[in-house]
Each structure stands twice: as C-alpha cells, then as structure tokens.
Antibody, heavy 125, light 111 residues
Framework: QVQLMQSGAEMKKPGSSVRVSCKSS????????INWVRQAPGQGLEWMGA????????TYGPMFEDRVSITADTSTSTVYMELSRLKSEDTALYFC??????????????????WGQGTLVTVSS | IVMTQSPLSLSVTPGEPASISCTSS???????????LSWYLQKPGQSPQLLIY???NRASGVPDRFSASGSGTDFTLKISRVEAEDLGVYYC?????????FGQGTRLELK
C-alpha cells in the first residue's frame, strides 16, 4: 500500500526558510493530490495547500499563500513544501497526506489517506 | 467553510457508546450526491488516520463499531462501544471548497 515518508526534524532561525520533503512509495504518484497540513503544539489541524504532481500547479491556503511553495518531482515521487520568512508561530508538526480518490465521482479534493509521519519544525532564535 | 465540533472533550467508560457532532457553515453535499466530509482519529503521538469518507463510508480496516451519518450541514460520528484503543482526538474535515478546513477536534478520554 501507499506510504509517505517525510524528511527529518528541522531547527530554524526566524526569518529563514525550511523545506520539508514527502516521498511516496507503493503506489501511483502522478495523478494523486498530496496535501500539506500543519499542527502547532497542542493545537488542531490546519491545511496549507496541495499539488497534483502531474499537473504541477499548487493550490495554497490563504493564510500561507504569500510564504509557501509546494512542488513535485515526478522522477522521484517526492513532493516538497517550502515555508519562508519563518516566525516562532510556525513551530509545528508538518504532515503530508495523499488524496486517494480516483474515478469520475471524485471532486478536486476528497479525503486524506495515508498521512506521512510528520516533520517537526522548530523556529527559535 | 467553518467546521464546528461538539463536544470538545468526552469522557467515556469502555463498552459505552460515544457520539461526536460536526456542523458546517454551508452544505457539504454536491449535486453529484456525494458529501465532502471525512472523519479522522489522531491517537497520541501519531499522525491522523482516516475513519470515514464521503460522509458515511467506513475506511478499509476501520472497525464496524464506528459509524457516521448526516447530510447537508449536520454530521455525527458514533462509536457503538468504546474501546481503549479509541482514545485520542477526533477531527471532521470538509473538502468541498478550499481552503480545506477542520473542526477544532474532540478529545476522547476513557473513564
């Protein structure tokens, strides 16, 4: 079955950027949307954006669209999320998650399964 | 679309039922007949895991003690008999429109 493996924890300074990777294995990659969701310590889930690798055009949430960039490398089945101008409030667990729906009944976005293991990004001076 | 869950916390005796409500600020039912609402459980220290998709369809491997219902703007997740492994935080999520949004989460604890 499909598995998503994320890159390791990062410690960053305020104002810098971070790039987190999400490598897919065990299933088709190009035609399934990968989403990014973050979770601040002790808080709920927040959608950041998504990309369908074969199309290459990402969609971003309004809270992030001026600071986030999501790209896909179809040759390595990997999606990247880069967040710039980091602030302490960006300290969070970052998850990637696949939308597995296929077929004519599917919408642009459907549900998330599986999820990556999460990548902790800590922003501190 | 604003997603509102209630209650925010729930303490249940193992073997007893539990119910979580999720309300959306607009209908999640598309003209296709599909409802863009899913449910997730985040167990302590883990990533969220899918329980329910398209409003009421149990995901593969999810025990049949979990069920979901609702339409339009009001949805319910039910656990017929809570077990120890069910503890964690439950989230509803809408995917009808971007930005995709989640409920605040409902923490299920065992008595």
């Amino acid at each position: 079955q499909v598995q998503l493996m994320q890159s390791g924890a990062e410690m960053k300074k305020p104002g810098s950027s971070v790039r987190v990777s999400c490598k897919s294995s065990g299933g088709a990659f190009n035609s399934y949307t990968i989403n990014w969701v973050r979770q601040a310590p002790g808080q709920g889930l927040e959608w950041m954006g998504a990309i369908m690798p074969i199309l290459g055009r990402p969609t971003y949430g309004p809270m992030f669209e001026d600071r986030v960039s999501i790209t896909a490398d179809t040759s390595t089945s990997t999606v990247y999320m880069e967040l710039s101008r980091l602030k302490s409030e960006d300290t969070a667990l970052y998850f990637c998650a696949r939308d597995p729906c296929s077929g004519n009944h599917c919408g642009l976005y459907n549900w998330f399964d599986p999820w990556g293991q999460g990548t902790l990004v800590t922003v501190s001076s | 679309i604003v997603m509102t869950q209630s209650p925010l916390s729930l303490s249940v005796t193992p073997g007893e039922p539990a119910s979580i409500s999720c309300t959306s600020s607009q209908s999640l039912l598309l003209s296709t007949g599909y409802t863009y609402l899913s449910w997730y459980l985040q167990k302590p220290g883990q990533s969220p895991q899918l329980l329910i998709y398209f409003g009421s369809n149990r995901a593969s491997g999810v025990p049949d003690r979990f069920s979901a219902s609702g339409s339009g703007t009001d949805f319910t997740l039910k656990i017929s008999r809570v077990e120890a492994e069910d503890l964690g935080v439950y989230y509803c999520m809408q995917t009808l429109q971007t930005p995709i949004t989640f409920g605040q989460g409902t923490r299920l604890e065992l008595k």
